[in-house]
DNA sequence: AAAGTTACCAAACGATTGTTCACCAACTTA
DNA sequence: TAAGTTGGTGAACAATCGTTTGGTAACTTT
């Protein structure tokens, strides 16, 4: 057999067509080799998508993906196969969409980087407008909030740094966007009279950093990790940065 | 041929024995399966360890797979065959000190963890006693040196978070001993007099999570992460925790 | 000199992976 | 109805990997 779960019937091959949603194993190498599978969810066996709709796939594909790297842990589980598998689709589907296995795991991230701010950005709007240190907190929290949830596309995040940026002009990239909402953040504090011992721009990169450290370094410690103790930790920081 | 470039010798096969060290490709799977391959210096064709002496290839091993995380910058380069190929050993012989491919990566986790510990005494040992601020700061610039200088280590290092941490107890761990040098440090700032705006304990958590995160975050990053410009952040959070 | 131990290796097994190429089915247009 | 385009497969290729098994050469003890 091939590598395709839902094939919906190509080539004459008598299958169960329609019937629920089947389960796939997602095989990563680890210890004698013996393979340690771990089942995810898989669609249900495709319907093809409709004229001239056929790049819906692509958003298939980086649900899968998305889903894969939750239920996964390391990002080298993001493989093409594994990714078609959960997708129900055949491993060379993808190439329609994504040149190479980087190009999926580039899409990826950038889509995340976009859930990312979002969740920054509803954060802080949900917080009262005069109460600006609480809404620079709370898009801190919400940034922590994310990378708890989704360790691994955290990881994939920020393990590879920003891209190669330029000797001397301002570092541009999607992680510098999300600390740029920091800075407008601190900035909305120095504006509306709130001391700071340090400018906007450190403070915002102190805060994301500390909070990116307490995060990182403690991911998968089983206790201490709690969300009121990270989100606490990063309160004590912010105050930190104000006099 | 097998897997092994330097062989020594066995089962008559005539070998140009002697001579100068090999080249072998190491290969990482990347883009579209043509393979790209570095070459990492071999050791000079192996010469049998003498009796009672088979514990030094553990320690060649370990200081082969640093060298192949030194060179490669992911450590899913690190694989078995690869550590084998730099040592200039078959990978067979690996299995003679390390049961798995994980026992290799504990091994040389804790291997590294040691050099690190080692780096921060060492730093903190350098500055006059009197000094006690001057102290705690050499650590921690010793320990992001060391962070700057072996990306991989580091990152295999601090990726897989301390193991399962008992629900109550206080961790333990390796992470938390790196920790404990700094928590010493800033207790003797207070001892000595110096003031604190949070106790030794946060103090010196707050420090490391903040030069992880500076190093972590930023780190392929061209510019910007200069040395001096990262330990320049690391002074400003140390001089943030004082009054 | 014979037996035993140590240090190490070659080759294979069974699994994985990224990627390509030829192809088919369904739908739309001419 | 015939041709063309879109959406998607199947099967194979070439490489990788971790691990096991059965050795063998060199050295040491008896």
């Given at each position: 057999m091939g590598d395709t779960f839902a094939s919906g019937g190509a080539s004459g091959l008598a299958r169960s067509k329609g019937g629920s949603p089947g389960r796939a194993a997602v095989g990563r190498l680890s210890g004698k080799n013996r393979y340690v599978s771990k089942e995810v969810q898989v669609s249900a066996p495709r319907t093809r998508n409709r004229?001239?709709?056929?790049?819906?796939l692509r958003g298939e594909i980086l649900a899968a993906a998305s889903r894969l790297l939750s239920e996964l842990d390391?990002?080298?589980?993001?493989?093409i196969r594994g990714v078609a598998r959960v997708a129900g689709i055949a491993p060379a589907s993808i190439y329609q969409h994504f040149t190479d296995r980087a190009a999926l795991v580039a899409g990826l991230t950038e889509h995340e980087f976009v859930r990312l701010r979002v969740a920054m950005e509803a954060a802080g709007d949900r917080v009262d407008s005069g109460d600006v240190v609480g809404r620079v907190r709370a898009m801190l929290h919400a940034s922590c909030r994310f990378a708890m949830d989704n360790p691994g596309h955290y990881r994939l995040m920020t393990a590879?740094?920003?891209?190669?940026?330029?000797?001397?002009?301002r570092p541009a990239g999607p992680l510098v966007d999300v600390i740029d909402l920091l800075v407008a953040g601190f900035a909305r504090c120095a504006a509306a009279g709130?001391?700071?011992?340090?400018s906007p721009e450190r403070a915002a990169v102190i805060a994301f950093v500390g909070a990116h450290g307490r995060v990182a370094l403690f991911?998968?410690?089983?206790?201490?990790?709690d969300a009121d103790s990270v989100m606490s930790f990063v309160d004590e920081f912010v105050s930190l940065v104000f006099a």
């Open positions: 004229w001239g709709e056929g790049e819906r390391g990002e080298d589980g993001l493989t590879n740094g920003p891209p190669g940026t330029a000797p001397g002009v709130v001391a700071l011992r340090v991911q998968d410690s089983a206790k201490h990790n």
